[in-house]
């Protein structure tokens, strides 16, 4: 992680903890929001007005925060808008690395996008970043911002047909959100680094008793939240795609896997026919992302199975 603007080596074992080995995740320092007219967002300062091309998107595609971000981006048609790259999947001795000098920046690792945007940073450098080229700096590194914003943000540069976050729904999202964050895109999380006994049983019992509600909400609906595709499915397939191949075995989350669940298997398949949700997941990259987390999986050795139909869909069509 960045210590005042400096990589500091050990940043590995440098994980949160609540004191009790429970796994205790950063919040994102960079706040702003595009808006169409420039204005402040909820949060942050203003000046980062909706614009073709203005505007870029740094993601891993082992990272389920900023895979949110990436299928936003393709369900309200901003590809043509928002430039995207992306990092090597494995994180190397100084986190995110580019396999070629990043474009715009010149930059080599990602902490270096966050030391341009603030020379005295202290924090760890994720994705998703959302940078702006005109004002070289991070708008925000907060992916639930990032896809409101480019659910809301863009106007008449984005897809209006579509709407992730509708007035009328959003309680009930708001609600859910809350759930499934805890329990299930943060529960595997909490599972995978606990370092007590004690605080990944919690973690394990979370996210089988969401995994278990999600079942039983998804007999007879084909989406979480009234009867449209809204943000908080986009939130709960990032990190069913990639439960079965990573949190099963690397985060011990192995009661059942996706497979095992019929409505949430039907329903995962169901999201990836969407255009927008497949063209986001690349398999090897979160396999082999994933398992070199030397933390975790000291030798490196990347699993070869296993043999789930969805997941070999998504690994067939890449090939082709
Ligand atoms: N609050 C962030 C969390 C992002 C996050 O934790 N990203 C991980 C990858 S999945 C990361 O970049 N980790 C590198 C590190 O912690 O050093 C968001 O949702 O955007």
Same mark, same amino acid.
Do not use: C, E, H
């Given at each position: 992680m960045l210590v005042n603007g400096k990589w500091a080596a050990?940043?590995? #074992?440098v994980q949160g903890t609540d004191g009790k080995g429970g796994f205790v995740r950063e919040s994102a320092g960079f706040r702003n929001w595009i808006t169409p007219d420039g204005s402040a967002g909820p949060t942050g300062d203003g000046g980062f007005a909706a614009e073709a091309g203005r505007y870029h998107l740094y993601v891993a595609l082992i990272c389920p925060w900023a895979s949110r971000t990436l299928v936003a981006r393709h369900l309200k048609r901003l590809e043509k808008v928002v430039s995207v790259s992306v990092v090597e999947p494995a994180l190397s001795e100084q986190g995110w690395r580019f =396999?070629? #000098?990043? =474009?715009?920046? /010149? =930059?080599?690792?990602?902490h270096e996008i966050y030391t341009l945007a603030a020379p005295g940073y202290t924090g760890r450098a994720t994705v998703p970043v959302l940078w702006d080229?005109?004002?070289?700096?991070?708008?925000?590194?907060e992916s639930a911002d990032i896809v409101r914003m480019f659910n809301a943000g863009f106007g008449a540069l984005a897809? =209006?047909?579509?709407?992730?976050?509708p007035d009328r729904l959003r309680d009930a999202i708001d609600a859910l959100n809350d759930g499934l964050y805890h329990g299930l895109n943060n529960g595997v999380y909490r599972a995978g680094f606990a370092t007590t006994q004690t605080a990944y049983e919690q973690a394990f019992h979370d996210v089988f008793d969401t995994l278990d509600r999600l079942e039983k909400r998804l007999a007879g609906r084909t989406?979480?939240? /009234?009867?449209q595709l809204t943000e908080t499915d986009i939130r709960a397939f990032v990190t069913l795609v990639r439960f079965d191949v990573a949190y099963h075995g690397l985060f011990k989350c192995n009661l059942r896997r996706i497979a095992d669940y019929p409505n949430l298997s039907a329903y995962l398949k169901r999201l990836l026919a969407i255009p927008g949700f497949r063209e986001t997941v690349d398999i090897d990259h979160i396999k082999r992302g994933y398992y070199s987390i030397k933390a975790l999986n000291p030798s490196g050795i990347v699993p070869l /199975?296993?043999?789930?139909p969805e997941i070999a869909e998504v690994e067939r069509r890449q090939a082709a």
């Open positions: 050990d940043w590995q #074992p =396999a070629t #000098p990043d =474009a715009d920046t /010149g =930059a080599r690792f990602m080229k005109q004002r070289r700096t991070i708008v925000n590194n897809d =209006a047909t579509v709407d992730l976050y989406f979480l939240v /009234g009867s /199975g296993p043999d789930v």
